[in-house]
């Protein structure tokens, strides 16, 4: 049959060879369908193999790409159009037309599989991810009194910088810690700085923390930091958590986009913990009562 097909087509024009091959669809029903199965195995067979990859480098701190997570998703659909395809043939009545359109479904599918184990080799199938920019941290499990009025006032547009003041061994690190872990999981903001400061903190000390968290470039005067790290926030939505502050920091001076009044959809927040009210007025507490500045103790 591919001596006399072969024959054929080397007689006529070219543009006729389609009709050839479509003409000897009826008589290679087997063989199309054989061929299909196979090519199906080979591209489920890549998938797993890909899925694998995907295992391994997320488990490594990447992330599968939009472009795989695409392409995994037409050999989804192309594996079940294939087996609808040779189940169709296995139940239907042989006939001539029936044979016909069964071995041209199979042709097209066969393609369709080699144009995705084509497309497999012109993309990544994983990206490293940056570092996170929030990170849990280690607090008991007994919630402070003051934890779910402190995360309403975060979360709204009234208070740009709130306060949580009280002697030491009253529990402010403990609702800081707790405020940093709950907006962590919530995702209100797209990143949550939490910086220790202490009694003697300079702002440069400050400010290196600060980059070390968002993961940039540490070298540079504190000029060159300041504009880093503005430039890194100006469009971001962030939450600066300052523990233990014992005196006025200049929040413009270290890069952080001052005053905090959102641009848009991009909301900023100031939660500090201090053992003084005047640390509070010094930082622009707005309000020093249970809305603006959280008394503890």
Known sequence: MESVKSAITNTIPEFAGTIVEHA??????????RDLEWATRDLVALKEDVKTSIEIAERQNSSRTKQVVEWLNKVETIEKESEEIQETCRKRRRSFWANYTTSSSAVKKLCEIKNLCDQKTTFEVTMDLP??????????????????????????????????????????????KQINNELCRD??????????????????KIQ?????????????SMEQKQSKIYNFLRERKFVLLLDDLW?????????????????????????????STEVCGQMEVKKKNSSGCFKLG
């Not at 995702?187 to 440069?204: K, L, P």
């Not at 290196?208 to 540079?220: R, W």
């Not at 006025?248 to 939660?271: E, F, Q, S």
């Open 131 to 176: 570092p996170p920019l929030a990170h849990e941290m280690p607090v008991s499990s007994s919630k402070s009194s003051n934890l779910e009025s402190a995360l309403h006032d975060i979360k709204d547009d009234v208070y740009d910088v709130i306060g949580i003041w009280g002697m030491g061994g009253v529990g402010k690190t403990h609702l800081l």
């Open 24 to 33: 000897f669809y009826p008589f290679q029903v087997d063989k199309k369908i």
């Open 247 to 275: 005196s006025r920091v200049d929040l413009n001076k270290i890069g952080i986009p001052y005053p905090m009044n959102a641009i848009g959809t991009c909301k900023r927040k100031i939660v500090l913990t201090t053992r």
């Open 187 to 204: 995702r209100a903001f797209n990143m949550v700085i939490f910086i220790t400061c202490s009694q003697g903190c300079s702002e440069e």
């Open 208 to 220: 290196n923390e600060i980059i070390a968290k968002l993961h940039l470039d540490k070298n540079g």
